[in-house]
């Protein structure tokens, strides 16, 4: 990759008006910018010929929350990257970026591989997603809040705790970096997984180069939340877990039932007992639709006033208030305060 990379900064420094040559650091974030580019088309295509390759025209996004931030991506040396490899016919543009104020929605600018480049791509030895390494440097905790709308990331001052969690979610991903995750399923499988995935808006195609872990926290604070994200896995649909292996050995998935009302239970001094919590309502007749409501209302740090946005109502005869208030059920002790 190092090399094609210099080859391709070379061809476009061939190409580009310039009256003298870039100095010694701004060439380095060009083949920066050019090798970034190149390992998302490469990985991208692995998943989908048509793979669309994302590029941040707007220069805030460079240094605005720097904490983020890969230090060596520049906005100068990635918008000449991009001009570069569009003048050479490496990438062809598909699709502007946008900003809409009034709804806060936006998109980055997407490009995708011409045929020169996926030729040239094709010539790559090795496998994609062992080549491109997980990025062990980057921060792997995360702070969002809310804005305007929006969720995006906010900066903040790490603390001894925040330090800790650091340290120790840098030990897993280490461990996790060094060995190898994958999926034993047949080729016609995983095309088949792929697309299903793409069609999915909630989900992404499976990126096997994604195995470390990243912790998120959505509220605008530590002291709530803070689940993993990112890995591969977690877009694994439920039916393909049981073909996880790792290193080449399969492995296990362990399902504790009932878990959110066993805990209820217990932090009310209670035993759940053998009867289903979720059979517990409207004698158990919709025990799929009670579920999921419980876990979003146990997992809300508000009262939910309306629905949850996945939970279809459709097909039965009673609307979200009175589900709402057939909890707890009389065998039920009241939910913590």
Not at 225 to 250: C, L, Q
């Amino acid at each position: 990759m190092t090399d094609l990379t210099k080859s391709i900064a070379s061809e476009i420094s061939s190409i580009e008006n310039r009256e003298r040559k870039r100095s010694a650091d701004a060439q380095k974030h060009f083949e920066h910018a050019i090798e970034c580019l190149l390992k998302e088309i490469w990985l991208g295509t692995a998943i989908y010929p048509e793979y669309e390759a994302g590029i941040h025209k707007r220069s805030n996004w460079y240094s605005e929350t720097p904490q983020y931030r890969d230090p060596n991506l520049t906005y100068k040396q990635a918008i000449a990257a991009y001009d570069g490899m569009v003048a050479a016919d490496l990438i062809r543009l598909v699709k502007d970026g946008y900003l809409d104020r009034d709804t806060g929605r936006s998109d980055v600018t997407k490009v995708v591989a011409t045929d020169k480049l996926l030729q040239i791509i094709e010539g790559l030895e090795g496998n994609p997603f062992k080549e491109v390494k997980p990025d062990l440097e980057a921060e792997c905790i995360l702070l969002r809040d809310r804005i305007n709308g929006q969720r995006v990331l906010v900066p903040y001052e790490p603390d001894s705790s925040i330090n800790e969690m650091r340290h120790r979610l840098g030990i897993i991903n280490r461990c996790l970096a060094r060995h190898w995750p994958d999926l034993r399923i047949t080729d016609d499988n995983y095309t088949e997984l792929q697309e299903r995935l793409r069609q999915d808006k909630d989900k992404s195609p499976i990126d096997f180069s994604k195995r470390i872990l990243t912790r998120i926290f959505s509220n605008g604070r530590f002291d709530h939340g803070g689940r993993f994200y990112r890995a591969w896995w977690h877009n694994v649909p439920s039916e393909y877990r049981k073909y996880i292996t790792m290193d080449g050995k399969r492995t296990c998935e362990y399902d504790y039932s009932q878990l959110n009302p066993h805990m209820v239970y217990f932090l009310k001094g209670e035993k759940l007992g053998d009867e289903d919590a979720y059979d517990r309502v409207f004698d158990g007749e919709h025990r799929s639709i009670v579920k999921e409501a419980f876990n979003a209302m146990i997992q809300a740090s508000t009262d939910l006033t309306h629905k949850p946005r996945k939970l279809d109502l459709g097909e039965v005869d009673f609307d979200w208030a009175t589900l709402k208030l057939s909890w707890p059920p009389k065998t039920v002790p009241l939910f913590v305060d």
